[in-house]
C-alpha cells in the first residue's frame, strides 16, 4: 500500500494533508516539541503561506514533511502526512527518496550553504535532472539552461559554467529554484527563500515564483517570519507559536480581521512606509505568555487608547540639516511637510561628521603576474554631512557600496581619496594610538551578532574587553558593574554575563552587541543591517532600543539597510546609494513622499505591500488566472 503511486490528487481531496503532525527532539535535557499536533491542507495549485517566529516550528513543519529530520528529531506515531494519497509518514525511506526532487522539492533559506562551492552551478542542477530522469548529460545541460532562463537568469549560457562565489545572492537563488523546478513538482517548498535578499531581488523572486506556480499549476507551501511577503505571495495562512498553528485562514481575512493577539503583534510590529508610530508596538503590547511547554498560556492584551497615543505621540522627532542646507540641496523647509516635533538644526552649527569625495576602489588582478586590470569602485567619490544627535540612512541594494562607506568612515578600510572629518579632526591623519582613542568615540553594530562575538569569551569578557583596551574603569570590579548596568539598559540582565553567545537568540546577541558597543561611551555608531537578520518582532523591539538609546545618549547614527521602509521609520536624512554613488540626498519623509530618481521609486515599489486593497486586486487577479486556467 505504501508504494501506490496517484499522479492527481481527487475533486474532494488536497494535494497535502497534514494532520495532528507532533515531531519532538529527545535531547538530554528533555523533550522539545518543535511541532505540536498541527494540521493543515494545501489544495492543488495553491499557496499555503506559514508564518511565525524564529523557533515557531514552521521549518520544522517543512523537515518533517520531506522526512529530512536531524537524529534528535522524531515524528510521533500518531502523525499523518499525506501527499497524493500516500501516508508520508509510514513510506519506507527507499519510496521516499524518490519522492524527493521529484515529486517534492524545497528551496532553502540560505542558497550558498545549499550549493557546492567546488561544482558550477550547471554541474549541481544537472545531477538533481539526471537523478530523477533518464537523459544524458547533454540533455541535462540543455534542460538547465531553460530552467535558468525560465527563472530570469541573465546570460544562462554561461552562467551555467559559474561557480556559487561567482554569483549574486538573487542568482544563487534563481539557481535554487532552478533546481527544485528541475523535476516539474507538483509541490514546492519555500523555506524562507527571500530573507537575505534586498527587496528588489526579493520581489523579483516572488515574481518568479507566483508564475512558475500559475504556469506550471503547482503547490507552495512559502514559510518566512515576515507577513508582508505572505501579503505578495500566499492564499491562505497559517501562523504558527511554540509549535502550534495559533490561527489559520484565507490572506484576506488574517489581514482584515486577525484574531489571535500573536498575529494582530505581528501585523502591528512591522515598519511600513506609511507607518503612524514613532514608537513600534511589538508582540508584548497585544499577549502574554505564562507558563512553559505544554502547560503555556497565552493572556490577550489590549492596546489601549493611552499607550496607542503614546505610541505615536512620544517618540524621538526628526532631527533635519540647517534650512539653509535643505534649501540648497532642493528639499526646502515647509512647515506643512513635517510633523510638529520635527526640527532643524541651528544655523551656523559644524557638522559632526563631513565626508568629501569619499573613494574606495578594490584593485582587480588577473595574469600570472596578478597585475591590476581593472578597478571595483565600491565607493566612487561621496560626500554628505551628518550633525550631532541625527541619524542618517544609507539605503541600497547589496553592492552598491553602503557597507564599505561605513566601513571606511571608520577607517576599519582604508580609503583610496577623500576626506572624513570628525568633529574637526580629519582621521585620515590619526596615527595608531590617535585613531585607537578617536574609535572611543565611533563605534559600529554588525549585521551578525553571532559572527562578530568570539564564541569563547562570556559575555563579560565581551563587554569588558573594549573597556579595558580604552582604560575604562578603575579596576575589575568597576568594569563589571559597569556590564550589568549596560545590560540592564538594553533589556538583559546581569545573569547573562555569565554565559557564551550560542546561548541567546539572535535577538539577544545583537542586544548584548549594542551593550558592547556602547561599553566605551561613544558618540556616533554605524549600525551596518543591524536588524536585517532578525523576526519582524525582534525587530522592533531592537529598533525602539537604537531610538532610546539615542535620545537618552545624544547619539548620532549612520543606520545602513537595503529595507527602505526600515530607514524611513529611523532616519532623519536619507541617501539612496547605487553603483559607489549616492543618487538622492535628503529628508527621509521627503524622499519617500517625492522621490525624484527611478531607481529610489523602484525601492518603493519593491517594498511588499500589504494592504488590504493590494491583497484583495492580487486575490482577484488569481482567481480570474485560475479560473482561465481550468477553463
Known sequence: MTTATATKPAADQPLLEVDNLATYFYTESGIVRAVDHVSLRLEEGKTLGIVGESGSGKSVTSYSIMRLLAGAGQIEPHSRISFLGRDLVKLPEPEMRKIRGKEISMIFQEPMTSLNPVFTVGAQVMEAIRLHQDVSKQEARTRTIELFREVGMPDPEKRVDSYPHQMSGGQKQRVMIAMALSCNPKLLIADEPTT????????????????????????????????????????????????????????????????????????????????????????????????????????????????????????????????????????PWEESQHAPDTKAVTEGQQPLLSVKGLKVHFPVRKGLLLRVVDHVKAVDGISFDIYRGQTLGLVGES??????????????????????????????????????????????????????????????????????????????????????????????????????????????????????????????????????????????????????????????????????????????????????????????????????????????????????????QRQASREAGLSKRVK
Not at 495559533?246 to 511600513?272: M, Q, W
Not at 512606509?273 to 503555556?296: C, H, N, Q, S, W
Open 196 to 331: 537575505a535578499l534586498d527587496v528588489t531581488i526579493q520581489a523579483q523572486i516572488l515574481d518568479i515564483l507566483r508564475r512558475l506556480r500559475d504556469e506550471r499549476g503547482m503547490s507552495v507551501l512559502f514559510i518566512t517570519h515576515d507577513l508582508g511577503v505572505i501579503a505578495e505571495i500566499a492564499d491562505d495562512v497559517a501562523v504558527m507559536l511554540q509549535g502550534k498553528i495559533v490561527e489559520y485562514g484565507k490572506v484576506i481575512d488574517i489581514f482584515s480581521n486577525p484574531k489571535h493577539p500573536y498575529t494582530k503583534g505581528l501585523l502591528a510590529c512591522k515598519p511600513r512606509l506609511d507607518t503612524p508610530y514613532k514608537i513600534l508596538p511589538t508582540v508584548a503590547d497585544f499577549m502574554e505568555i505564562r507558563g512553559e511547554g505544554p502547560d503555556a498560556v497565552v493572556i490577550e492584551k489590549q492596546l489601549s487608547p493611552d499607550r496607542l497615543q503614546h505610541l505615536t505621540t512620544q517618540g524621538r522627532g526628526r532631527l533635519l540639516h540647517p534650512r539653509s542646507v535643505l534649501q540648497a540641496i532642493g528639499h
Open 399 to 616: 553592492g552598491c557600496g553602503k557597507t564599505t562607506a561605513g566601513r571606511a568612515i571608520l577607517r576599519l578600510i582604508e580609503p583610496d581619496a577623500g576626506q572624513v572629518t570628525y568633529d574637526g579632526v580629519d582621521l585620515k591623519s590619526l596615527g595608531g594610538s590617535e585613531l585607537r582613542k578617536m574609535r572611543r568615540k565611533m563605534q559600529i553594530i554588525f549585521q551578525d551578532p553571532y559572527g562578530s562575538m568570539n564564541p569563547r569569551l562570556t559575555i563579560e569578557a565581551a563587554i569588558t574587553e573594549p573597556m579595558i583596551i580604552q582604560q575604562i574603569g578603575s579596576g575589575s570590579k568597576d568594569r563589571r558593574d559597569r556590564a550589568v548596568a549596560l545590560l540592564e539598559e538594553v533589556g538583559m540582565k546581569a545573569e547573562h554575563l555569565g554565559r557564551y553567545p550560542h546561548e541567546f537568540s539572535g535577538g539577544q546577541r545583537q542586544r548584548i552587541c549594542i551593550a558592547r558597543c556602547l561599553a566605551v561611551e561613544p558618540e556616533f555608531i554605524v549600525c551596518d543591517e543591524s536588524v536585517s537578520a532578525l523576526d519582524v518582532s525582534v525587530q522592533a523591539q531592537v529598533l525602539n532600543l537604537l531610538k532610546r538609546l539615542q535620545d537618552k545618549r545624544g547619539l548620532t547614527y549612520i543606520f545602513i539597510s537595503h529595507d527602505l521602509s526600515v530607514v524611513k521609520f529611523m532616519a532623519d536624512m536619507m541617501a539612496v546609494m547605487r553603483k559607489g554613488q549616492i543618487l538622492e540626498f535628503g529628508p527621509s519623509e521627503n524622499i519617500y513622499a517625492r522621490p525624484k530618481e527611478e531607481y529610489t521609486k523602484d525601492l518603493i515599489r519593491a517594498t511588499p505591500n500589504d494592504s488590504l486593497d493590494n491583497i484583495r
